[in-house]
């Protein structure tokens, strides 16, 4: 039975199940969490009315987002509704507080027609603190009087006018940057400075394995042996790797295990085709065990049956389970998990620059796919900023640039660039906003 303390430490934790960005944020709040994390467009006893309008605004977005891959007509729908949600160029700097029609359009629902009240409703019961990793839950709470502290987690690298209230200077919803470009942004768009803190992406703990991050620097060792065949990155940084990892570290690395490469779809199921390519360019690779290929489905049987139809193509059957992996959960719950504990034996990650941008704060180097909307355009270039990605080269040529990318410690280097420049430890930093709990971390460098 936990202590009364305890319970008074906990808060609501709300998420979306629109693709898995926001979920993603929210999985590693877990500990956070009173109870189960609340789903705010599917949780159990929802109103018929807001069910059919979050049903309809999700079910577009990924109609939109399979859309894009569509020749010429695709680009064209998709760019219109990408449009609608535009972030503007930053410089020069300058008021960008008005709201814009969506945010609008937003409150619109939520003050006439009532949306979102039946979820504040039921969090009101309990007088708990709310934390959403989406902007919708945190509007109604402060419209419908919520009455605790109600904190909003932002999943990019720059956001859209969408995320900040009708009224921001008025507001006392307060935000969780995960970087210094969030951080002015929402200044543009009118947040209250002492309304925003600067904590970066929330990772799943399991992931960084606390303030002291003992299995995490295991891990980026062994990814850097790995990463780094012929020593050329570990002779020219050895000493900073011994300051950094310690004991952890070693001048002569043991024996390497086989380079794990994981191509990861996005919550929408876009992008399938890209992997089938990689697997056509690496088919002879994987044969020969020089390298594991993990194919991550995610919750999409129809993703998860192409992979496979696409191992028998290519003729790689017998190395289904070893050297080639087609990975599907049946549930987004068991996604999260099953996906976090894939990371730890992952050493480089090819996925559009989605929130997972912020996994090479882990020490995981990201080959950038193309980027599918326009707060993907900043999250490719806030993950190059900090040096831990690199935009995809031709797929078709995977067997060979890859490998040369590995060959020179190029891939090293971006692994080590992410780790040491990227925010870690934001899930602690929001608990300790939240809890008053202090740990021992660093500040997080304001990169914008």
Not at 130 to 148: L, N
Not at 201 to 218: N, T
Not at 257 to 262: D, V
Not at 406 to 414: I, N, P, Q, T
């Amino acid at each position: 039975m936990p202590s009364k303390k305890q319970i008074e430490q906990k808060a609501w934790v709300a998420s979306v199940d629109m693709g898995y960005g926001h979920e993603r944020a929210a999985y590693a709040l877990k500990d956070l969490a009173f109870g189960r994390i609340v789903i705010a467009n599917n949780y159990p006893g929802i109103s018929k009315k807001d069910r059919e309008l979050w049903e309809k605004s999700r079910t577009f977005y990924e109609t939109i987002s399979r859309l894009k891959s569509v020749p010429v007509v695709g680009n064209y729908i998709f760019e219109t509704y990408d449009k609608l949600q535009e972030i503007k160029p930053f410089y020069p700097r300058r008021d960008l507080s008005a709201p814009s029609l969506q945010v609008r359009q937003l409150y619109y629902l939520i003050e006439h027609h009532g949306f979102g009240r039946d979820l504040i409703d039921r969090l009101r019961r309990r007088n708990l603190p709310m934390v959403t990793t989406f902007f919708m839950p945190a509007f109604a709470a402060e419209v419908f009087g919520f009455p605790g502290e109600i904190y909003c987690v932002a999943t990019d690298a720059d956001i859209s006018r969408a995320w900040a209230p009708l009224d921001p200077k008025k507001s006392r919803i307060k935000y969780f940057a995960p970087n210094g470009r969030v951080v002015e942004r929402l200044k543009l768009y009118g947040v209250r400075p002492e309304n925003i803190f600067l904590t970066g992406f929330p990772l799943p703990k399991e992931l960084v394995d606390g303030p002291g991050a003992i299995e995490l620097k295991q891990d980026i060792a062994r990814r850097l042996n790995n990463l780094d065949p012929n020593g050329i990155f570990r002779r020219e940084y050895d000493r900073t790797l011994h300051q950094n990892l310690g004991k952890h570290w070693h001048t002569r690395p043991p024996k390497k295990r086989t380079l794990t490469l994981t191509f990861s779809i996005g919550g929408a199921g876009a992008q399938w085709k890209l992997a089938l390519q990689i697997l056509k360019s690496l088919r002879v690779r994987i044969a020969r065990g020089e390298i594991v290929f993990n194919m991550e489905a995610g919750t999409h049987t129809a993703v998860k049956k192409a992979f496979l139809q696409g191992v028998r193509e290519n003729r790689l059957q017998r190395y289904l389970g070893t050297f080639v992996h087609v990975r599907h959960s049946k549930t987004r719950a068991e996604y999260f998990r099953s996906y976090t504990r894939l990371l730890k034996k992952t050493d480089i990650l090819w996925t559009k620059p989605s929130e997972q941008s912020f996994y090479t704060g882990a020490g995981i180097p990201i080959i950038i796919a193309p980027p599918v909307g326009s707060q993907e355009d900043f999250n490719a270039r806030w993950l190059q900023t900090v040096g831990g990605g690199v935009p995809q080269n031709d797929p078709r040529y995977t067997n060979e640039w890859l490998f040369d990318w590995v060959e020179s410690g190029g891939l090293a280097r971006m692994a080590w660039s992410g780790y040491a420049e990227a925010p870690t430890h934001g899930a602690y930093r929001i608990q300790s906003v939240i809890t008053d709990e202090q740990f021992p971390l660093r500040k997080v460098p304001l990169i914008v």
